[in-house]
């Protein structure tokens, strides 16, 4: 197929690293220039937002919006990644832990707070990615950086099974979902809660249910895109970003040529031409609106 520009919306599976859904799409929709906004985790699941062609400049305006998540997080073990895929590091029984201390405990991480990156993030130090210098040896300390908590819902409380002397006593296991500014490691709250606590704590599952806009309602699975290949054309997908103007044909004509435009705009902003084309990001600058990404 000839591709042509706009966002596809996949629905990860768990097992494949976001490179790997790139690589596939680009095979799926004949084109090498596709980019992703915002990196799941090989375990992670849910919504990642690929763009095509011209819609790969939109990608990095795509990743400064809020994101959704749904997780697990275990009490009671701490590992190297602040998740399953890591060493355990320290085991301390949780049983003793009752839940509204836990609901207390996560609700403390609402609103602006200061979050230390886990040190197995793609963040670079000196140019090299944290996780590279965990995977060398090195021992990483990252400084912490502000995010937004919008929401963290604490869904259920519950213990996992087993013997007194067995692997999985003591642990408990909560519910969660959050809706968080970008930058936001999901895996950090889980290490800080556990910490707050005192038992330690992990990220079991994490599923992103949206970002920005495009939620799992409008995402496919690798094997839909298969048969199907679902395209939200790029000025689709930028009316469900960004706030968008309606713009006559001598404004039309400025934007193609990145003038100012004499009109008020409230933030950043998605423009047309009259038949609908889309033209260009602009954001109000100096008392006029000035081009941001000029698209066509």
């Known amino acids: 197929m000839t591709a042509e520009s706009g966002l596809v919306v996949v629905d990860k599976p768990a097992g494949i690293t976001s490179h790997d859904v790139v690589a596939r799409v680009r095979r ?7 980019g992703h906004a915002g990196t799941l985790d090989p375990m992670a699941t849910g919504v990642l937002v690929l763009g095509l062609n011209r819609a790969t400049r939109l990608l990095g305006h795509l990743m400064l919006t809020e994101k959704s998540y749904d997780a697990t997080v275990r009490l009671g073990v701490a590992t190297t990644t602040d998740d399953a895929e890591g060493e355990v590091t320290a085991t301390v029984s949780a049983a003793d832990v009752d839940e ?7 609700a403390e991480f609402l609103g602006d707070i200061e979050q230390v990156p886990t040190a197995v993030s793609a963040i670079k130090v000196d140019g090299k990615r944290a996780y590279q210098r965990v995977r060398d040896g090195e021992h990483v300390e990252l400084a912490a950086r502000p995010v937004t908590i919008h929401a963290l819902d604490v869904h259920d409380v519950h213990t996992q099974g087993g013997h007194v002397d067995g692997p999985a006593a003591g642990y408990l296991d909560v519910d969660i979902s959050v809706r968080c500014s970008s930058g936001t490691y999901i895996r950090a709250i889980a290490r800080d809660a556990g910490a707050r606590l005192g038992v330690g704590g ?3 599952s994490l599923r992103r249910t949206a970002v920005g806009p495009y939620d799992l309602s409008t995402a496919s699975t690798l094997d839909e895109l298969a048969e199907t290949f ?3 054309p790029i000025a689709e997908a930028a009316r469900a970003a960004f706030p968008a103007r309606d713009l006559d044909e001598s404004r039309a004509a400025d934007v193609r040529v990145g003038r100012a435009l004499d009109v008020k705009l409230d933030g950043l902003t998605a423009v047309f031409a009259p038949d609908g084309e889309f033209l260009a990001l602009y954001e109000p600058r100096d008392g006029v609106a000035r081009a941001t990404a000029v698209f066509v």
């Open 28 to 34: 799926l929709a004949g084109t090498r220039k596709v």
């Open 100 to 106: 509204a201390t836990v609901r207390a405990v996560f």
């Open 202 to 204: 992990h990220l079991t």
């Open 230 to 232: 679902a395209l939200m």
